[in-house]
């Protein structure tokens, strides 16, 4: 009976492997192989003209605008998430400021992106700032901004209150201990919390593809998204260009897969 | 009293961005919801409660309500049972498991974006995977993506291959989080497995079952990437969801009167879903 | 912005913070990543947002364009042009179909005099020159005192470009002569002894016979995607048995008993054609027509046969034939779908701009580019070119085609009420909805967008 049992387990997961791996072996697949050779499993011709192709058509440009953009998001929401989860967390507030910040992260997180999105189209067209990457990254604040300040509080309640009050003792001010002794404390927390917002924004599709119309504005999602078109799909560009935007986001995925918890469930 | 001063400045930007780009929105979906109002008319009048009724006359937004409620429960149903299965054996004693779950995980790493080009790739009537396999099989092509009655099927199995590893994760952690001594227990009263699992396993998975449950409703609720990107919302209708019909209405034919008393109405239906989730966390 | 982040938070019960060192390892490659980011974003000066206003000196023009092949022929024009014209420099940014509306639409409206020049499509002339958003090309070339050469384009091209139609001022010049033609394996039905198809019901026999013989897959295959595609492919079938969409004021649905008709025909054609015709968009039917899987199709369009006698790319060489769009009891209405040079009425540099203009749509830059990037001309005078119809041999029926064509209702509205005719046609094809019934629903839910709706 357990040897039964044991090999319906492994054939099982096997088929669930397989099924997990089998559209990314396939994109791989069309990436590495032009024409109608695709579909021989087992040839050997590989080619990677996908790839030389894509970067011919500029693909590196693509990749920058959205380096930028992702950059520029995670450093507002960290400029700005790093204090407020300090005060959030550790100062004196009103509680009604309190339960709002609360009440606005969880919100935020259960908001469809497209019943925000516009009136701040609108807006953004109104103040003539449509078409341009700072301001998608300040419409994306509407997600990584709660998110940081909440992932943060929860980083800065687990630091030791004997340090800050030492701290305090010796004199210094909140903005001292915040600067000098818990940002450093938890900077592990801030990279986890950055790599997110990284995450984010080079993932995102929706706020993209409304705000931005001029190829050399376009993401790596809109480019791809661009792919997919009426003239007919670009397979072995899709394909290229699927792998080569993944693989920096794999690996800092990869790396926070780690913190991967239930954060509600340390709350029981 | 420096302390309190301090303490709010450092709050303040924070506070403006949360204003400018949640609280702002909020206000002008709603003022917009009001009026008629099309950017390329320049038509701009009060019109009232008028555009609410034209939305709900609009047999298109009904269908986008119908085919978004029906994605969203097929994929969440769908997905937390496979999520718990998988779990379940997962959990067993087998060789490997710290290469089979980053394997099983694999499928959320992606974008959705490249999710959905990966999947256009499998299921591409002339030159997907899927069809190819089956006509070497000898069998009949299926049109997953431009048949009426397959393609909100499809999607619905695109969604559940990306996002089923996240639910697995969340059940994994929570069988881990069971006591060894009940299972132990259970053993020496001689109970059989079935036996086990419906009376330890799941009672003590309920509020994992009740997250996954939730966070999946709320997340199914706002398709539009993979519909815009590989159905456009057919055929005939059939993948049109509330965000697309959204998007189309506001920001194709630039009716954001209309849009806007769409996505006022999207919002109170999933405030309804997810005032559990918040309620609760607030709870806590 | 998907919950997979919300189930973030450090586990507190035991998996231990990562070590300083891995951290250290993130965060620089993490700071590095910006500082690459930000650094390359400055250095190749897209640092977005900063919108060139266009500078005052009339030499620096800037346009919104298409991108694709439509790039392709316009920076090689623009690289002709400045180099003719020294002093002279044009900024051509290229966007994708609804991105390039989008975009336009908001400069437009915003009364911004960043772009220079518009490029535009024939269905949102009427549009944009509702809103007085284009300016008076006839009265600018007056005050240049520059004759603008009217008579070597088909008196439609010209009357599309008027708001209103035909009888306003000049907002849009003719550019790029993309228009409906009618492709057919011409081995094939010499083979089968047809003749070429002058009416709708000729293509009706000529698939009953083409089916017969077996000599291609499918004998005919058309787009049938609902909106846009089907609508399109649709309206030359409607036209040709005396349908109407929109009556001539503009104020009213005009479907009715020969709309009924023709979707019936249009049925009759569907069973000749692969299954899943419904979903048909524009490569489904291009790859099969230089594929050689379909003897016809309802509609062509020049970008599609391009490549079409090139061996590399396309099964059938020298096989296709080229004819205008059949007619039935009207005479024959392929579309226009003409892209046209606009001026925006704020632009500072109108004079120059209008300079551009006239040199892209001159005889010798149409015939240059006919050749070298396959532009369907706008010309009559290129047309009839030997050299062009020699290499590009369905130049004589598409500026001919040009002549006769018909344009897409010319109402602002006109975006929505194709999507509803193509909505419905479409469901008519799937078999979801019929004629008659499609037609009574089209026609007041048209009737209302009318009225303002």
């Known amino acids: 009976m357990r040897i039964l049992e044991k090999t319906l387990i492994y054939i099982a997961l096997g088929i669930i492997i397989a099924w997990s791996l089998m559209p990314i072996y396939w994109t791989i697949n069309v990436s590495l192989k032009t024409g109608l050779e695709v579909y021989e499993v087992f040839s050997t011709r590989f080619s990677i003209e996908n790839y030389v192709r894509l970067f011919r058509e500029d693909f590196q440009r693509y990749l920058i605008s959205t380096i930028y953009l992702a950059s520029l998001t995670t450093i507002i929401s960290l400029a700005l998430a790093i204090p407020a989860s300090y005060s959030l967390s550790k100062l004196p507030l009103s509680d009604k400021l309190r339960r709002g910040f609360l009440v606005w992260t969880l919100f935020s997180r259960t908001m469809p992106p497209i019943v925000l999105i516009i009136p701040l189209y609108v807006m953004f067209s109104q103040l003539r700032i449509s078409d341009n990457l700072t301001a998608v990254a300040i419409a994306y604040q509407v997600y990584t901004l709660p998110f940081s300040i909440w992932m943060l509080m929860g980083f800065y309640r687990e630091t030791p209150r004997e340090v800050e009050e030492a701290a305090m003792v010796d004199g210094a001010g909140p903005l001292a201990i915040m600067t000098r002794i818990l940002v450093p404390m938890i900077m592990p927390g801030i990279v986890v919390t950055a790599i997110f917002s990284i995450l984010m924004s080079w993932n995102e599709f929706l706020y993209a593809v409304i705000l931005l119309q001029s190829l050399k504005n376009y993401t790596v999602s809109l480019i791809i998204a661009s792919y997919i078109s009426e003239w007919g799909v670009k397979w072995g560009e899709m394909a290229a260009a699927g792998i080569v935007s993944s693989l920096p986001m794999l690996l800092f995925t990869a790396y926070v897969q780690k913190y991967m918890v239930l954060g509600f469930m340390r709350r029981d | 009293m420096k302390t309190g001063s301090i303490s709010y400045i450092l709050v303040l930007p924070s506070l403006a961005l949360m204003l400018f780009t949640t609280v702002y929105p909020i206000i002008g979906v709603l003022y917009y919801s009001l009026y008629s109002y099309n950017i390329v008319t320049g038509e701009f009048r009060f019109s009232g409660l008028n555009e609410y009724i034209e939305l709900l006359r609009d047999p298109l937004f009904l269908t986008s309500i119908r085919n978004t409620v029906m994605f969203s429960i097929a994929a969440t149903v769908l997905q937390t049972i496979l999520g718990l299965i998988i779990a379940v054996l997962v959990n067993q004693r087998i060789r490997g498991k710290r290469y089979i779950i980053p394997i099983l995980v694999l499928p959320n790493m992606f974008s959705v974006v490249v999710v959905s080009s990966m999947w256009k790739l499998m299921l591409d009537y002339e030159t997907g995977l899927i069809n190819h396999i089956l006509k070497s099989l000898g069998f009949q092509p299926l049109p997953w993506l431009t048949s009426m009655d397959l393609a909100l099927f499809s999607i619905v199995l695109i969604d559940t291959w990306q996002w089923t590893p996240i639910c697995f994760l969340i059940f994994y952690a929570g069988l881990q989080s069971i006591p060894r001594e009940l299972y132990e227990a259970a053993i020496v009263d001689g109970a059989s497995s079935v036996r086990t699992f419906t009376s330890i396993t799941l009672p003590m998975l309920k509020p994992y079952i009740a997250l996954v449950l939730l966070l999946r409703s709320i997340d199914t609720f706002r398709l539009f990437d993979k519909v815009y990107l590989l159905t456009g919302g057919g055929p005939a209708n059939s993948t049109e969801t509330i965000s697309l019909y959204i998007f189309k209405t506001g920001l194709v034919f630039w009716d954001i009167g209309k849009a806007s008393a769409a996505s006022f109405i999207m919002l109170i239906l999933i405030l309804a879903i997810s005032a559990l989730y918040i309620r609760r966390s607030i709870l806590s | ?453």
């Open chain 3, 1 to 453: 912005m998907n919950v997979f982040f919300s189930l973030l938070a450090y586990n507190t019960d035991g998996d231990p913070m990562p070590g300083r060192r891995d951290f250290i390892k993130m965060a620089v490659l993490g700071v590095g990543g910006f500082v690459v980011g930000v650094g390359a974003g400055y250095y190749l000066g897209s640092i977005p947002g900063q919108q060139q206003v266009g500078a005052p000196s009339g030499y620096n023009l800037s346009a919104l364009g298409r991108d694709a092949e439509h790039q392709d022929i316009n920076t090689a024009v623009i690289d002709f042009f400045s180099r003719e014209n020294p002093g002279y420099r044009v900024d051509y940014s290229p966007l994708a179909y609804s991105p390039l509306y989008d975009k336009t639409v908001l400069a437009l409206q915003q009364g911004s005099s960043a772009y220079d020049l518009v490029y535009m499509d024939d269905p949102w002339i009427p549009q944009f020159g509702e809103r007085g958003w284009l300016a008076d090309l006839e009265d600018l070339a007056k005050q240049e005192g520059i004759g603008l050469d009217l008579g070597d384009f088909s008196s439609v091209l010209i009357d599309v470009g008027r708001h209103p139609y035909r009888s306003g001022k000049l907002v849009a010049f003719p550019q790029m002569g993309n228009v409906q033609i009618f492709a057919y394996r011409k081995d094939v039905f010499d083979r089968l002894g047809i003749p070429e198809p002058k009416t709708w019901s000729d293509v009706l026999n000529a698939c009953e016979k083409i089916k017969a013989s077996q000599l291609v897959e499918y004998t005919i295959a058309f787009r049938g995607v609902k909106g846009n595609p089907v609508a399109t492919a649709f309206q030359p079938i409607l036209y040709a048995f005396g349908g109407k969409i929109v009556s001539d004021d503009l104020r009213k649905s005009a479907l009715d008993s020969k709309a009924v008709e023709a979707l019936e025909f249009l049925l009759q054609l569907k069973k000749y054609a692969p299954p899943g015709v419904e979903n048909f968009n524009t490569p489904d039917v291009r790859d099969r027509m230089i594929g050689g899987r379909i003897a016809m199709s309802t509609e062509t369009w020049p970008g599609w046969i391009k490549d079409a006698d090139n061996p590399a790319v396309s099964k059938v060489p020298g096989l296709l034939a080229y004819t205008t769009t059949p007619g039935e009891r009207t005479k024959t209405s392929p579309l226009l779908g003409v892209w046209y040079w606009g001026i925006p009425a704020a632009s500072r540099n109108k004079s120059a701009a209008l300079r551009y203009i006239l040199y892209s749509a001159s005889a010798r830059m149409q015939k240059i580019m006919a050749i070298l990037k396959g532009l369907p001309p706008v010309r009559s005078s290129v047309g009839r070119d030997p050299d062009a119809s020699a290499l590009r041999r369905w130049i004589p029926i598409q500026v001919q085609s040009l002549a006769v064509a018909v344009p897409r209702p010319r109402t602002p509205y006109w975006p929505k009420i194709e999507d509803i005719f193509g909505s419905y046609v479409n469901q008519v094809l799937a078999g979801v909805v019929r004629p008659s019934d499609a037609v009574a629903k089209m026609s007041e839910e048209i009737d209302k967008v009318l009225a303002g709706g």
